[in-house]
């Protein structure tokens, strides 16, 4: 009759185990979202609205690399596009948003 006892223990301790406290749950998720944020949503929008600063800063004669990769001069700016000078007597029109970086003057020379 021992193994009908133990039956009993096992089934008791079954109904016992159940999910939680709810409370647990919810802070465990704000946790997450909170982890997520600062580690991924909040430099993201930095990074963006720094970009989003740099692009409308940008004027005539700033030396910029593009996003992909060309370095040169800026000889127009207009509302949406920027004229750059890559080389003597080659000017590329591109998207201001294509401008990555501005360069420190007189880098081109240098290169």
Same mark, same amino acid.
Do not use: C, N, W
């Given at each position: ?8 223990l096992a089934e008791g301790?079954?109904?016992?185990? #159940? ?39 940008? +004027?005539? #004669? ?6 992909? #990769?060309?370095y040169g001069k800026l000889?127009?700016? +207009? ?33």
């Amino acid at each position: 009759m021992s193994f009908f006892i133990s039956e009993a223990l096992a089934e008791g301790s079954a109904t016992t185990s #159940g999910q939680g406290d709810p409370m647990t749950s919810l802070i465990f998720m704000v946790v997450i979202f909170a982890v997520f944020y600062f580690l991924l949503i909040r430099p993201q929008s930095k990074r963006a609205k720094e970009h989003k600063q740099l692009v409308a800063a940008l +004027s005539k #004669g700033d030396e910029v690399v593009t996003s992909g #990769g060309i370095y040169g001069k800026l000889s127009g700016v +207009s509302d949406d596009y920027v004229e750059v000078d890559i080389a003597e007597g080659i000017t590329v029109k591109m998207q201001r948003q294509a401008v990555a970086s501005v360069l420190p003057k007189g880098t081109i020379k240098s290169l």
